[in-house]
């Protein structure tokens, strides 16, 4: 299989928050008396992402009824090990975790400079796929990233079809210029980018840096960008 474009997802896969959400989530739990493990902490948002993705902190509405982000910080405690508090100590740390978001930065893994500039070295077509609804340009440029990216793409520029739904993917394979079969979607999250990637045909690769996600095996998976020049060399062998 010859391998012609690598779509990577953005946040947790080429960039992380700073400080990560983990991080605001044991801080802010630790304020309310509540000792939440790290690694478990990140646990507990795959399994609130996977289940009631509407609920993040960071996507509060007054539309959106109380309970749905209510039941998403319940799922990461319980996730992690901790039994949830009565509601109003939760409503009080969701409220704590919103405000600490406002906050942070988008900061480049050491890997994504290193990782995309080998891909670019190969001839690779190289594109960036999120459910931001803002322009990434910006932050390519911004984080000295652009360079080796051709396109990004986010969920605003296909109608609000995010990952995992097909549009998305079928817009980077059509900026690409390639079949699905020539493709590879690099993503941290197996049941937005796994599945969404896979549904259209492209080859997903869960990056697993944390290695919190042992249980999945439907996806080859590395633990570091570094470790993806040779695993397409392999595979276009």
Request: aromatic share 6%.
């Amino acid at each position: 299989m010859a391998i012609a474009a690598v779509f990577f997802d953005w946040v947790n896969t080429l960039v992380h928050m700073e400080p990560d959400r983990h991080t605001i989530c044991v801080e802010v739990c630790r304020d309310h008396g509540i000792d939440v493990d790290p690694v478990k902490a990140v646990q507990g948002f795959y399994a609130a992402d996977q289940r009631v993705p509407e609920g993040r902190p960071i996507n509060w509405s007054d539309n959106l009824p109380v309970e749905t982000f209510i039941q998403y910080n319940n799922i990461v405690l319980s996730e992690a090990g901790v039994a949830p508090p009565d509601r109003e100590t939760t409503l009080s740390i969701i409220a704590a975790i919103r405000q600490r978001a406002r906050d942070v930065r988008f900061v480049p893994f050491a890997d994504a400079s290193t990782a995309t500039k080998a891909l670019k070295e190969r001839d690779l077509t190289i594109g960036v796929l999120s459910n931001m609804s803002r322009p990434l340009a910006p932050y390519l440029e911004r984080l000295g990233l652009a360079e080796a990216i051709d396109f990004s793409i986010t969920s605003a520029e296909v109608e609000g079809s995010g990952k995992p739904e097909a549009p998305i993917f079928l817009e980077a394979l059509k900026r690409a210029g390639c079949l699905a079969s020539e493709a590879i979607h690099v993503g941290d999250e197996p049941f937005v980018d796994g599945t969404g990637a896979s549904r259209v045909g492209i080859s997903p690769v869960l990056l697993d840096r944390l290695g919190v996600h042992a249980d999945v095996l439907d996806y080859p998976r590395i633990s570091t960008l570094d470790e993806l020049p040779a695993m397409i060399d392999s595979l276009s062998a």
